[in-house]
T-cell receptor
Framework: DAMVIQNPRYQVTQFGKPVTLSCSQT?????MYWYQQKSSQAPKLLFH???????NEADTPDNFQSRRPNTSFCFLDIRSPGLGDAAMYLC????????????FGSGTQLSVL | GESVGLHLPTLSVQEGDNSIINCAYS??????FIWYKQESGKGPQFIID???NMDKRQGQRVTVLLNKTVKHLSLQIAATQPGDSAVYFC???????????WGAGTKLIIKP
């Protein structure tokens, strides 16, 4: 059974049109992460939540926002997608911070037209 | 800056042979070193990790070797199978600052 679930699997949006990606987890983990991954590259951390505490990476553009309404759900909002934002977006969880074993969802492949 | 069109190192191995995937790491203060496997269209999946005070750890068909002298990490896969086809990422983590650092991936191709 999938433990980290991302919806939708594929998302197409228009240039400048806001889009929201969702992630849910059944592991009851405290930490949820959002990564961006472009072809042939390692995942790049955008931000993470430790419980309700939001932690933004220094180089994450303001165009990217996140919400975590409860333990199970986390959302990635892209306010004005540009062509350069087309990528795979991965959600991951760990029980606590600093743990090396991340549990990833299958990702949402975002296309920007 | 961002790398565009980054070429992914590739390793081609005959089915049934052993595979060795290598990685150089940067932070000698890291506490753990980790290998992830990412199959096409899926998220990365944890394979195995090794603590920084160890030099070898074995799992099911996989062995990770850590050489701290030259800051080198390797993943050995025994009797490679078609299901092992994937991109393999090494990573390192320093628990004090919660920072997980990803290495470049290696694409493993299994030849029938």
């Amino acid at each position: 059974d999938a433990m980290v679930i991302q919806n939708p699997r594929y998302q197409v949006t228009q240039f400048g049109k806001p889009v929201t990606l969702s992630c849910s987890q059944t592991l009851n983990h405290n930490v949820m992460y959002w990564y961006q991954q472009k072809s042939s590259q390692a995942p790049k951390l955008l931000f993470h939540y430790y419980d309700k505490d939001f932690n933004n990476e220094a180089d994450t553009p303001d165009n990217f926002q996140s919400r975590r309404p409860n333990t199970s759900f986390c959302f990635l909002d892209i306010r004005s997608p540009g062509l350069g934002d087309a990528a795979m977006y991965l959600c991951a969880t760990t029980r606590d911070r600093g743990e090396e074993k991340l549990f990833f969802g299958s990702g949402t492949q975002l296309s920007v037209l | 800056g961002e790398s565009v069109g980054l070429h992914l190192p590739t390793l081609s191995v005959q089915e049934g042979d052993n595979s060795i995937i290598n990685c150089a790491y940067s932070n000698s203060a890291s506490d753990y070193f980790i290998w992830y496997k990412q199959e096409s269209g899926k998220g990365p999946q944890f394979i195995i990790d090794i603590r920084s005070n160890m030099d070898k750890r074995q799992g099911q068909r996989v062995t990770v070797l850590l050489n701290k002298t030259v800051k080198h990490l390797s993943l050995q896969i025994a009797a490679t199978q078609p299901g092992d086809s994937a991109v393999y990422f090494c990573a390192e983590i320093r628990r004090s600052n919660y920072q997980l650092i990803w290495g470049a991936g290696t694409k493993l191709i299994i030849k029938p």
